[in-house]
């Protein structure tokens, strides 16, 4: 299928922009404690292993879906399956991004809050009581998600693609320069420990389901946002490396991300939590403690540190929003400038509540964590193996039989997708609620 719209225009921005999707809150306040509490080095091991075996395959099945078609999730749908109920695939994985957007801008609101209040280290007494509070987090969320949906205007390569090419590297200088600094704190050593010291013993099948649960919400799977990425990829690049680039450099960051935090808070002699607490109680504290004997250094590693967060945060917000602006322009003949706008306004109205409601933020978190997102990468394994034919499915991961490596990779990958992940995903689904 000719695939004539806008691309991300190179190989490097393409897995920039997928890395950017993936590299998000997930890594740095899900990620490192995760591992601390499940077993360290052993945890990180399952952790390659579930992502190697599983969720790469995945991610190849939403690839499939969006580069054979070139087209958002229900276009998708209307191409290689017209006129079934799969329709409903596309429409599960069009709506679950936008919901997921009204909540997570609330949270990108609180990272800029924390990035301004770092200047002149003023953050707010606790946490909680912040985020409790009315005007401020409701101005955060409405100015972040203005600027999320900014970047989107400028469409694939000049919006999304020209911010996560510079933002990623960048990240990465950022998050090498905050953990080298933070090993080197007396007492960081703990903190090393408690990421690394491998601890078989903790190891159980809820381990490795968590462990399974992490790498498909950090992939950033399940949300129809690989399908609409992968179709503004080239019909040329090999997906094998875009998975295996996209999810190395996830866990890279993952992991300097732990090394970054954890020392820093054995240093300060705090225990170590996960969510919010992590980032918006811990480090502050550590921050005002340091700049208490070192000003200048305190307030510039505060400033670094709320600074990645939010671009983070930003590459990742940034490929909810596409999803459902490339429906509104595909499917429905929309201008970007107004599908953006469209999608701004939604995202207001079901945000708002979230921004107010600390519950209401919750649920909409595990509806879709809990729920949608497995519900989507179920659907989305079940296709590619099941539904759509095995030739075109071989023909687009091969690429027309052009890559060796994956022509040998098919077997297993079809095998996969059409067993194993329905499965692994389905475990993962039960466990949830038990
Ligand atoms: N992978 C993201 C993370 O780790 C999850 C996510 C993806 C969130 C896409 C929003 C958009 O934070």
Known sequence: MANSKEQFGSRFAAIAALAGSAIGLGCIWRFPYMVGENGGAAYIIIYVIATLLLCIPIFFAEFIIGRRSGANCLGAMRKLAPGTPWKWLGVLCTLTPMIILCYYSVVGGWSITYLLKSFNLGYPASFAAFSASTWAPLCAFVVYLGLTCLIVVGGIKKGIAAFTKVSIPLLFALIVFLSVYSITLKGS????????????????AHVVINALGQGFYSLSLGMGIIVTYASYISKKDDMVVAGLGT????????????????????????????????????????????????????????????????????????????????????????????????????????????????????????????????????????????????????????????????????????????????????????????
Do not use: H
């Not at 050593?189 to 159980?204: E, N």
């Not at 990742?316 to 599908?339: D, T």
């Open 189 to 204: 050593s703990a903190g090393v420990d408690y990421l690394f010291r491998p601890d078989w013993s903790k190891v159980d």
């Open 247 to 434: 999810a190395g450099f996830t866990l890279f960051f993952a992991l300097l991300a732990g090394l970054a935090i954890m020392p820093a808070v054995f240093a300060a002699g705090i225990e170590p939590a996960s969510g919010p607490g992590l980032i918006f109680d811990s480090l502050p504290f550590i921050f005002t403690s340091l700049s208490s004997t070192y000003p200048v250094l305190g307030t510039v590693v505060a400033v670094l540190f709320f600074f990645s967060v939010s671009i983070a945060a930003l590459t990742s917000s940034i490929s909810l929003v596409e999803v459902p602006v490339a429906w509104l322009i595909e499917e429905n003949g929309f201008r970007r400038g107004r599908a953006v706008l469209l999608v701004f306004v939604i995202g207001l109205i079901g945000g708002v509540p979230c921004a107010l409601n600390t519950g209401i933020f919750q649920s909409f978190d595990l509806l879709c964590c809990n729920v949608l997102l497995p519900v989507g990468g179920l659907l989305c394994v079940l296709f590619v193996g099941w539904k759509m034919k095995r030739e075109d499915v071989w023909d687009e991961f091969t690429n027309g039989g052009s890559l060796k490596w994956n022509v040998r990779l098919f077997g297993f990958v079809r095998f996969v997708l059409s067993y194993l992940a329905p499965v692994a995903i389905l475990a993962v689904f039960v466990s949830n609620f038990i």
